[in-house]
């Protein structure tokens, strides 16, 4: 099972779309996808769901938000397992084998992020470096309970910020993809991105090697597969000039995938109340579709086999 988190600082930067794409578009190959919302704003979980089925259907037990509010003292810990969904009308677009379910978010998500906080840091500091360990491991702890073989792939929407969110969805990842506008403010914030997840990475490894865990999850193993391009808009067949020069630019050393999603506003708008993303939809524009698989086909490249573990 290969974990991927969709992940940058900038909101808006099309981090949901690509998220529900990815993810659809390898389950229509044929595979067993599992979609993770973690962001508050639930986005991804509205583009499967319209917003009372997910009231009436998710929200009372069947959310992430269950997942981390299993996490107490004494209490019994939630099989993941429970909280996944099977969002119909997509499935239905999936031929074959292929699955595509979903741990829903909730709007509350953000009160568990405040606890996560107060759980790892400890509200007078005096929390031992296990906690804070633990504590960043919790979303990893749930895929590791997911049985083996269950799902290729887990692809997880973060929220637009690097909090104790995205650091658990970053520490549970094997990959991380990041996308951005081609503009000045969403390449600034891929800098910040790869600078701020280092850091992470030097504090969460530092503190397990000063508690001698042994244990290999207990370490920050994800890859940067690369900066996707999103909302690009071209003149004929090639990007404008002024976004291409922000493509082309050094993004900290990440590379830019050679596919790029290009601006449809029209198209996208409709694909989230239609519960069915662009590379299942049949009235989705061709070009859109295959620029969308072809960049699919470029993140599994760069991924490799996931039956290779
Ligand atoms: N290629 C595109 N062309 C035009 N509009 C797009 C495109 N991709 C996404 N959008 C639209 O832009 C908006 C933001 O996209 P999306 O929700 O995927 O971004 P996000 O990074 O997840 O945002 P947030 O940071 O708020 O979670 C949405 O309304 C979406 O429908
Ligand atoms: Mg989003």
């Avoid at 909101?11 to 993770?36: D, F, S, Y």
């Avoid at 790892?120 to 979303?139: Q, T």
Wanted: aromatic share 8%; charged share 25%; net charge neutral.
């Amino acid at each position: 099972m290969r974990v991927v988190s969709v992940v940058n600082y900038k909101g808006g930067v099309g981090k949901t779309t690509l998220t529900a794409n990815i993810g659809a578009e390898i389950a229509r190959r044929g595979k067993r996808v599992l979609l993770v919302d973690l962001d508050p704003q639930a986005s991804l979980t509205l583009s499967f769901y319209r917003p009372e089925q997910w009231r009436q259907t998710l929200q009372p037990s069947q959310t992430i938000k269950h997942w981390f509010e299993s996490w107490r003292p004494r209490g019994k810990l939630r099989d993941p397992l429970e909280l996944v969904a099977t969002p119909a009308r997509a499935n239905f677009w999936i031929p074959g084998s292929g699955r595509l379910d979903i741990i829903a978010s909730d709007l509350t998500l953000s009160e568990v992020e405040e606890d996560l906080v107060v759980a790892a840091h400890g509200a007078a500091g005096g929390r031992s470096g296990r906690d804070f360990l633990r504590v960043f491991g919790r979303l990893r702890d749930a895929l590791s309970l997911i049985p083996a073989g269950e799902y290729d792939f887990v692809v997880i929407d973060c929220p637009p910020s690097f909090g104790m969110l995205t650091r658990s969805a970053v520490l549970a990842s094997d990959f991380l993809v990041i996308p951005a506008k081609p503009d000045e403010l969403s390449t600034v914030a891929i800098e910040h991105f790869v600078d701020r997840f280092a850091y992470f990475g030097s504090v969460y490894d530092g503190a397990a090697v000063r508690l001698r865990s042994a244990d290999p999850q207990d370490r920050v193993s994800a890859v940067i597969l690369g900066v996707v391009f999103t909302m690009v808009r071209f003149q004929g067949k090639a990007p404008i000039l002024a976004e291409q020069i922000y493509i082309d630019r050094h993004h900290a050393g990440v590379p830019a995938f050679r596919g790029v999603v290009r601006e449809n506003h029209s198209f996208y708008a409709d694909a989230a109340s239609e519960s069915v993303p662009l590379v299942l939809s049949d009235r989705a524009p061709r070009l859109n579709v295959e620029e969308m698989r072809s960049l699919v086909t470029e993140i599994i490249g760069r991924i490799g086999d996931p039956h290779g573990d």
